[in-house]
């Protein structure tokens, strides 16, 4: 997680554009109907780095909002998979 972190950060900071990749992959990933729960807190980890390091700019609400986002997906992921093996363990 950490590392993906990294090199969001990275992107963010080297590229002209990575700004807006960044921007762009957070879209995405909250759009996506079968988003794996690994990957929401991978990319809502990134955003909160890329927010601590001052590299938000004036796009820090919007990280923090993409970042809950991605979180409460995530948890969502995991209630529904504990749901399933609870009811698998009953029957």
């Known amino acids: 997680m950490a590392r993906g ?17 960044f921007q762009r992959e957070l879209v995405a990933a909250e759009a996506a109907e079968a988003l794996e729960a690994g990957r929401a807190i991978s990319l809502a980890y990134a955003a909160l780095t890329i927010i601590d390091t001052g590299h938000a700019g004036s ?19 995991f209630e529904a998979t504990n749901e399933r093996q609870s009811a698998g363990a009953m029957n």
């Open 59 to 77: 796009f820090e609400p919007w990280y923090r909002e993409r970042a809950m986002s991605l979180l409460r997906h995530a948890a969502d992921v």
């Open 5 to 21: 972190a990294r090199e969001w950060l990275e992107v963010v900071i080297t590229l002209p554009d990575g700004p807006s990749v």
